[in-house]
């Protein structure tokens, strides 16, 4: 499939996304959009924009799982999501699953992050 970033000879980026509840998630994985907090927009839009993909890695906050993974499909945008509330969020950008599934940490253990400090992906 095309990307849709327009730089096709850059690196792939990769995030871990943290959630606070499932809810998040499961509108995440039917309305195919996601929202982060303001701090994160600038590094996510900046990977959009200089990569060939961005690839964002879901787990719920304490659940010791992956719930999947999608690709960024949009640059993060001024307009909000009454999905998530007034919860301190920002922009909603558009997100196309890949793969949904509950994977627990210990099967990617062996992933280290060398930006990091080489910890477990998790």
């Known amino acids: 499939s095309k990307s849709p970033s327009p730089r096709q000879n850059t690196p792939v980026r990769y995030f871990i996304m ?23 927009e600038r590094k996510l839009n900046g990977a959009f924009w200089e990569s060939s993909m961005v ?5 719920v906050q304490g659940s010791g799982h992956f719930q999947g993974f999608a690709r960024m499909g949009s640059s993060i945008g001024c307009e909000k999501s009454q999905d998530w509330g007034s919860a301190g969020f920002g922009g909603v950008f558009k997100v196309e ?9 210990q099967f990617a253990h062996h992933l280290l992050n060398p930006w990091n400090d080489n910890k477990k992906v998790q």
């Open 55 to 59: 690839y964002l890695i879901f787990s």
């Open 18 to 40: 943290k959630s606070s509840n499932l809810q998040n998630i499961d509108t995440s994985q039917q309305k195919g959009i996601w929202s982060t907090r303001p701090s994160n």
């Open 97 to 105: 699953w890949i793969r949904k599934e509950s994977i627990p940490f």
